[in-house]
């Protein structure tokens, strides 16, 4: 079983930054595949970004990409997702997910593990 947990969300001005973390246990972590994933009121859940379990290669949604980085840091057990220039429609709960299958998917169904998700909220 993996457990999953995010933290680092918050309120911030457009055009502000924040850093999500999302530690990893009780599976080796550098196997996994990591991704983030958001859900705003009322709408789906969508996929923003994703590591393979190498690290060589990200994986981001068009609505963040060259806004936001992932990464990860396998001495900690930890994944980041940097968020920079942020707009008030990147506002929503941003959730972590880990895969065992080293693929990368975009689609949310197809990771196994969840963290509780981080409430990220930003201001016009």
């Known amino acids: 079983q993996v457990h999953v947990v995010e933290s680092g969300g918050g309120l911030v001005v457009a055009g502000g930054s924040l850093r999500l973390s999302c530690a990893v246990s009780?599976?080796?972590?550098?196997?996994?595949?990591m991704a983030w994933f958001r859900q705003a009121p009322g709408k789906e859940r969508e996929f923003v970004a994703a590591i393979t379990w190498s690290g060589r290669s990200t994986y981001y949604s068009d609505s963040v990409n060259g806004r936001f980085t992932i990464s990860r840091d396998d001495a900690k057990n930890t994944v980041y997702l940097q968020m920079n220039s942020l707009k008030p429609e990147d506002t929503a709960v941003y959730y972590c997910?880990?895969?065992?299958?080293?693929?990368?998917?975009?689609?949310?169904?197809?990771?196994?593990?969840w963290g509780q998700g981080t409430q990220v909220t930003v201001s016009s």
């Open positions: 997910a880990a895969d065992e299958s080293m693929a990368v998917f975009r689609t949310a169904t197809l990771y196994n593990y």
């Open positions: 009780g599976r080796t972590f550098s196997t996994l595949t």
